[in-house]
Structures are given as C-alpha cells and as structure tokens.
C-alpha cells in the first residue's frame, strides 16, 4: 500500500522494544495478580500437568492411575517436564508443584513477548504495508487474550507462536517469484512449525490438510503448485508419524488424538437429547455420561482382564452413544455447532478477567451462551473499573474490525476490490474457517487465538484502503 507510517523496513532496536514492553505487561500481570492464589491453574490445566509429572518421573506418557493419555497430545507436557526438577515433591497433587509451575511460566511469558514481532512479519509478509505491520506489532504487545494466554498452564499462548510461524512461511511463499529457490525452505518451515503446534494442539493436523488448498491460491503454476502440496503435507504427515505410531501400537488403531468422541457426547449429544426429551440439559448430560461409562466398562468385561490386548480408547468408545442423537437430528447438531463457533469468533477474552475476579477460573459450565458472556463481561458480574473500560475497548474495536471485514467480503463482488484483494482474502479466509470450524463442540475466544493476526489484517486493511481512496480524492 502506498501510504505508509514509516518508510523502510523496522530496525532490530525497534522490534527489540516491542518485545521488552510485550514482557514487562505479561511479567506485570503475572507477577502482581495471575500467580497468586495459583490463577494460572485454568480448567484443562491438569490434563497437561499429571502427564507432564509422569514424564518426569519416567512413566511415560500416562495418567496417576498408570493408563496411557491419549485426549492429550505430549507436545506441552515435554516442555513442562524438565522444570519438576524445582519440586522435590513425589505428589500428583497440583499445589505441591508451586515452584515448578512458575518457573515454566516465567519462561513461557519470555518466549510468548516474541509474539508482536512475529505480527509485524506475518502483516509484512502479507500485504507489504509497512502502516499495517507496525499495528499489528502493537496490537500484539496489547492484545487481552495473548497477554492472558501467556500467564496460563495452557498450550494457547506458546501454541500461538508456533502457529503464527507457519503462517509466516505459508504466506512468505506466496510472494516468490516462479523461479525463486527459497519457496521450500519456507515451506520447510511452515511444516515444521505447525507439526510443533499440533504436538500441543492437535487442531493442527486438519490445519495442515486445509493448507494444500491454500497453497493453490499462490502465483505458481499448477505443476509447482502440486509439487508444493506435496512436499508440505509429506513433511508435516512424517513429522507427526511417531505418534500415530505409538497409538497405533498400543490400540490397534490410526489416530493422532480422539478429539471428537468425548466432544461429541459431553457438548453436542447431551444438548440434542434435551430438546427431544424435554429434560434439563444437565440431566441429559448425565445420562450421556453414564451411557459412555457403561459402554467403556463393557469393553473392559469383554478384555476381561487378558495381557497384550489392545488398550482401551475411552475417548473413542464415548462416540457410541453420542453418534445416534448426532445422526438422527442432523439439524440440531449442526445449529449448536454453528452456534458455538460463533461463540468463539465473537466472545470477548476479557470475559477471562470476569472468571478470574469471580474466582470461577477453575471449571467451566457445562454450557455457555454468548450473551450472557458479553452482558457478565460488560455489565451483570463484578470486575474492576480498569478491566471494565478495557473490556468496552475490546468491544469497540472489535466491532470496527468486524465491520472492516464485513465491508471488505461485500467488497469482493466488485471489480477493483477483488483484482487488489482476492488473493489475500481468500486464503486467509479459508486458514480462519479451518480453526475456528473445528470449536463447535465448546467455544472459547481463546480457540480463535492462532487466527487472531488474521482476523486483524482483514478487518484493518479496509480501512486503510478506505483512507488510502480517501487521500487519492483529495490530491
């Protein structure tokens, strides 16, 4: 774009102070608020922990009970492994490990103050604007969710990381010439970089299939274009083998992570039943629950207590009761579904600050409707005057942003918006489908985080193609 704020490239110097204000917010907030009375402590947090101590203590990669973990993929608890060497204690209980827990902290909060500087090159990568890349590098010093997520025992702050990584080599690639030779170390990259995030979050791995279509969307020709594809997805395919190995060998079965067994049954089916049944939804809960319970100990009657049988996937076993509601009321399934990635585009991550003021940071409801978070987050719950006016910032700007990208996807019917812009818009679109489609079973604003870069550079380059006309009128 032609107007700019800055006219070359950024300095080390000044990336390197993006990265030093990005620490000293995180390091604040953790230090002064986030540490005490253990609020990093969030609702997954244990399924990352107790696989993590078993790690240590040269278990393997299993629960307290000694049975293998496979809902949870051993990317996070590898990194949190080592620092147990700070906890002399032999216990699974969570508050033993004090030390260790903020140990790892301090060091995620370190790497994740890289973020802001990972925006300015993907928004450069991007569009070449120079005014975008710097507010994408402020917004990621700023930003409410990837500030939180950084002060978490959760994989979302260092997972954004990872993810913005491989959008960088994804999207870097697209701005080679045909006869560039740098295309598949980017591509290398980008591979690698979104295996280390599916390692955390295995979300990833149908990332990694909507990457091939996206890679048909550069200027190559289709030969080189196919070529691309598949040196990608062979990469990524070999770098995740080891753990479809491992599962396969314990379970008989080809499976990287059970994700959708025990979503389907906990989140959809239950709110399917209690329509047809015209029950309360945590009563319908219950009897999914206990349909699961009854079908996963049946599998273990039938083992009957035999050696070098396949293990058990409880995960797998609790589709059983889930798929009948799903099947026979597709309808439903796909209303709630819709509904809750709507949750997860639009929530507010200041809605964290309400949970942790309220001391309700811990567990999660068994359902949660997006006007209700919005109203708790900017009205109806107690929470401090300052994370108020932030909270009603947030909102602000994200209403801005949405109509930015609103007006831009109008835009595309419309010869010059869609010469300038199609190739930017369409990919990215199809990168953000691909996270935010896959949380239908529980939204969250922080599932949308590895997208977030995006859904800013669509929603701000509007206006900044609205000003750019604008100052073209008045020359």
């Known amino acids: 774009m032609k107007y700019n704020f800055f006219t070359q490239p950024a300095t080390g110097s000044l990336l390197l102070i993006f990265f030093v204000v990005a620490f000293v917010i995180r390091a604040t907030l953790f230090y002064a608020y986030i540490q005490h009375e253990q609020r990093y402590y969030q609702p997954d947090t244990l399924s990352y922990t107790m696989p993590a101590q078993a790690l240590y203590w040269g278990k393997g ?56 500087i990972f925006f300015y090159f993907l928004a450069l990568f991007l569009t070449r604007s120079l005014s975008l890349a710097y507010m994408l590098a402020t917004i990621g010093t700023l930003h409410p969710g990837s500030v939180l997520a950084s002060t978490f ?46 390692w955390m979050r295995p979300m990833g791995q149908f990332v990694g299939l909507a990457t091939i279509i996206i890679l048909f969307f550069s200027h190559f020709s289709v030969r080189e274009k196919i070529k691309q594809a598949l040196f990608f997805i062979t990469l990524f395919a070999l770098s995740l083998s080891p753990w479809f190995v491992r599962n396969y060998q314990l379970t008989g079965k080809i499976f ?31 009897k999914q629950c206990y349909e699961a319970e009854q079908e996963i100990i049946s599998e273990y009657k039938k083992q009957n207590g035999k050696i070098g049988l396949p293990v058990i996937v409880n995960e797998i076993i609790c589709m059983r009761p889930a798929l009948p509601w799903i099947m026979g009321h597709p309808h439903y399934f796909a209303l709630d579904w819709i509904i809750e990635v709507c949750k ?42 300052g994370a108020r006016i932030l909270a009603y910032i947030e909102l602000i700007s994200e209403l801005i942003l949405w109509i930015g990208i609103f007006a831009g996807l109008f835009g595309l019917f419309f010869q010059h918006w869609r010469r300038r812009f199609f190739s930017l818009w369409i990919p990215c679109g199809i990168m953000i489908g691909a996270v935010v489609c896959q949380t239908g079973g529980f939204g969250y604003a922080r599932l949308r985080l590895p997208i977030e870069p995006l859904i800013l550079i669509l929603g701000i380059i509007f206006w900044l193609a609205l000003y750019q006309t604008y100052c073209k009128k008045i020359e």
């Open 153 to 198: 025992l959760l994989t979302d702050g260092p997972a954004q990381l990872f993810f913005v990584l491989f959008l960088m080599g994804i999207f870097k690639n697209f701005r080679f010439k045909q006869d560039s030779r740098h295309q598949y170390l980017y591509l290398a990259g980008a591979a690698l970089a979104l295996s280390i995030y599916t």
């Open 61 to 116: 990669f299993v629960n307290p009970n000694g049975m293998a973990v496979f809902w949870r993929t051993p990317g996070y608890p590898l990194f949190l492994a080592p620092f147990y060497t700070l906890s002399p204690s032999s216990s699974w209980q969570f508050e033993h490990h004090e030390a260790a827990y903020k140990a790892a902290l301090w060091i995620q909060i370190l790497f994740c103050s890289l973020l802001p």
């Open 344 to 385: 997860t585009t639009f929530d507010l991550y200041m809605y964290q600050c309400v949970a942790l003021y309220n001391n309700i940071f811990k567990w999660d409801p068994l359902v949660e409707y997006l006007p209700e978070k919005l109203a708790a987050t900017l009205w109806t719950m107690p929470l401090p005057w």
């Open 256 to 286: 990287f992570c059970p994700l959708f067994g025990l979503y389907f049954n906990v989140f959809n089916a239950p709110k399917i039943r209690a329509r047809i049944e015209n029950i309360p939804h945590e009563l319908a809960w219950k």
